[in-house]
C-alpha cells in the first residue's frame, strides 16, 4: 500500500511557476514509477509526465514539455512537478499517481494508487 499527499498548489498569476511535491508513505518508494496527471473541471484526467523508479528516464505530455518539469528524491520518498510560465489553461487539480516499475507509462490505468490531489489556479 502507497499513500501519495500532493501539496504546493495554489493561486498564480499568468506567467508564474508553482512547485508541486508529492510526499510517499512507503519503505519501497524506489519500487515505483511516479506519474503526474491533471483534471480540470468537466474534463478528463489528462497525463503530464512521468519519471522512472530511479529517476533515470521520464517523459512529458507535447503541451507541457518545454514548461514542467519532473524530479524525484529517492531519499525522501519525494516526487516533484516544476510549473513555469503557467497560463489559465493550467488551472486544474494536480495528482501524483504510483505504478510497480517496469514500462514508463502516460495512461492512468497503468497507476495503482493516487493522492487526493492539489488545486492550481491560474488567474490574474
Known amino acids: 500500500q502507497v499513500q501519495l499527499v500532493e501539496s504546493g498548489g495554489g493561486l498564480v498569476q499568468p506567467g508564474g511557476s508553482l512547485r508541486l511535491t508529492c510526499a510517499a508513505s512507503?519503505?519501497?518508494?524506489?519500487?515505483?514509477?511516479m506519474g503526474w496527471f491533471r483534471q480540470a473541471t468537466g474534463m478528463e484526467r489528462e497525463f503530464l509526465a512521468a519519471?522512472?523508479?530511479?529517476?533515470?528516464?521520464?517523459g512529458y505530455a507535447h503541451s507541457v514539455k518545454e514548461r514542467f518539469t519532473v524530479s524525484r528524491d529517492n531519499t525522501e520518498n519525494t516526487v516533484y512537478l516544476q510549473l513555469n510560465n503557467l497560463t489559465p489553461e493550467d488551472t486544474a487539480t494536480y495528482y501524483c499517481?504510483?505504478?510497480?516499475?517496469?514500462?514508463?507509462?502516460?495512461?492512468?490505468?497503468?497507476?495503482?494508487?493516487w493522492g487526493q490531489g492539489t488545486q492550481v489556479t491560474v488567474s490574474s
Open positions: 512507503t519503505r519501497t518508494f524506489s519500487d515505483y514509477n
Open positions: 499517481a504510483a505504478a510497480l516499475k517496469g514500462f514508463l507509462s502516460q495512461d492512468l490505468k497503468d497507476y495503482r494508487y
Open positions: 519519471i522512472s523508479w530511479s529517476g533515470g528516464s521520464y
